[in-house]
């Protein structure tokens, strides 16, 4: 459940500590994906010799999978959504007009400047009227 409204001042204050999260969710996301590729190889490779590397492998896995969570639940505790992560497209929840909205913000982008409904999705951005 949603219980944080901004307002698109509030959004693009919070946007750098955003863009900022993202960018260490991004590295660390790209990490796991290169380790769990390694770990792919080695398993097809698999001998006797490469089951504890194996076992090692999957502790660090698990570990960065831990990790990954925490980012997304640090994003979720404020309220914001997190759509894809990469490339970065980002909602924060909102309200104009006595609609429910949502303020997005996509990757490259050097502030929040369009908005759209719940069950709009990307493709039915707009640009906000304060923008």
């Known amino acids: 459940m949603i219980t ?4 698109l001042a509030e959004a693009n204050a919070l946007l750098p500590e955003v ?3 993202l960018e260490q969710l991004q590295e660390l996301s790209h990490k796991l994906e290169e380790h769990y ?3 792919r190889k080695v398993k097809a490779g698999h001998t006797e010799l490469s089951g504890e590397l194996l076992f090692e492998m999957e502790g660090q896995m698990d570990f960065m999978q831990f990790e990954l969570q ?3 639940q640090n994003f979720a505790r404020r309220g914001v959504l997190i759509k894809m ?3 970065g497209l980002i ?5 104009m007009d006595g609609e429910e909205i949502l303020l997005c913000w996509r990757e490259g982008e050097d502030r ?3 908005y759209h409904g719940w069950h709009d999705g990307f493709a039915g951005r707009k640009l906000h009227p304060d923008a």
Do not use: A, E, S, W
Not at 4 to 7: A, G, H
Not at 91 to 95: N, R, S, T
């Open 112 to 114: 929040i400047t369009h």
């Open 37 to 39: 590729i390694h770990y």
């Open 91 to 95: 909602d924060f929840p909102g309200v």
């Open 19 to 21: 863009k900022q999260n």
């Open 4 to 7: 944080k409204r901004y307002t």
């Open 70 to 72: 925490l980012y997304m």
């Open 85 to 87: 992560i990469n490339p």
